[in-house]
T-cell receptor
C-alpha cells in the first residue's frame, strides 16, 4: 500500500495560516491525494484533492511537490472551528474504492 | 439536499445482543462504504456496497458482521452477538460513482456501546 506520513499534532494561532505537511514517497502515478478532516464527535469531511497540479477551493489550498512525493494542505486563516484531525490519503483504483485512513495530524488552534 | 444520514446516533447493547446500524446515502448516490473507528484510533474500512451487491468486504470481520444495501431502503450493518470489543463509532459514507476520484460524503456516525 502506498502510505502517507503526517506529524501527529500541530498548533496554530487563530487567523494565521497553517501548513499541514504530508509525505508520500511511494506514491504511484495514478494515486490521487485526498485530504479529509474530522471534527470532534463528527464524521470525516472532505477538504480537497488533487493529482499533480496545485488546487484551491473555498476551504483550503493543496500544494503538491513536483515529484509528488509530498504535499501540503494550506489553511489560509485558521479559525477555532478548524481544530480537527486532518487526514492525508492516497487513493488508487487498485485498492478498491475505500479510503485508507492513517492516524492523521491533530490540529489545535489557539485563540 | 440532505447529507448522509445514519441512525441511531447512539446505540447501547448488552453482550450477546444484536446491533443494527442504518445508513441512508445522499440522494442519487448508489455506492455505500462502512468504516469503524475504535476509541482514539483512525477509521478502518469495513465494506463497500452498491445497490444489492457487496463489492469489497475485505475489512469485515469474518464472523458476526454482515452488511446489505437493498434495492429499496437504507444500507444496514448488522452485528450479531455483540462483544465489548465492538464498542466503536461506525461511519457510513456514500459516493455517486465509486470512482477513485469520487469524494466520499460521510454521515455523523453511530456510536455503539456494548455493556
Amino acid at each position: 500500500d502506498a502510505k502517507t506520513t503526517q506529524p501527529n499534532s500541530m498548533e496554530s494561532n487563530e487567523e494565521e495560516p497553517v501548513h499541514l505537511p504530508c509525505n508520500h514517497s511511494t506514491i504511484s502515478g495514478t494515486d490521487y491525494i485526498h485530504w479529509y478532516r474530522q471534527l470532534p464527535s463528527q464524521g470525516p469531511e472532505y477538504v480537497i484533492h488533487g493529482l499533480t497540479s496545485n488546487v484551491n477551493n473555498r476551504m483550503a489550498s493543496l500544494a503538491i511537490a513536483e515529484d509528488r512525493k509530498s504535499s501540503t494542505l494550506i489553511l489560509h486563516r485558521a479559525t477555532l472551528r478548524d481544530a480537527a484531525v486532518y487526514y492525508c490519503i492516497l487513493r488508487d483504483r487498485s485498492y478498491g474504492q475505500n479510503f485508507v485512513f492513517g492516524p492523521g495530524t491533530r490540529l489545535s488552534v489557539l485563540p | 439536499n440532505a447529507g448522509v444520514m445514519q441512525n441511531p446516533r447512539h446505540l447501547v447493547r448488552r453482550r450477546g445482543q444484536e446491533a443494527r446500524l442504518r445508513c441512508s446515502p445522499m440522494k442519487g448516490h448508489s455506492h455505500v462504504y462502512w468504516y469503524r473507528q475504535l476509541p482514539e484510533e483512525g477509521l478502518k474500512f469495513m465494506v463497500y456496497l452498491q445497490k444489492e451487491n457487496i463489492i469489497d468486504e475485505s475489512g469485515m470481520p469474518k464472523e458476526r458482521f454482515s452488511a446489505e444495501f437493498p434495492k429499496e431502503g437504507p444500507s444496514i450493518l448488522r452485528i450479531q452477538q455483540v462483544v465489548r470489543g465492538d464498542s466503536a463509532a461506525y461511519f457510513c459514507a456514500s459516493s455517486p460513482f465509486g470512482a477513485s476520484t469520487d469524494t466520499q460524503y460521510f454521515g455523523p456516525g453511530t456510536r455503539l456501546t456494548v455493556l
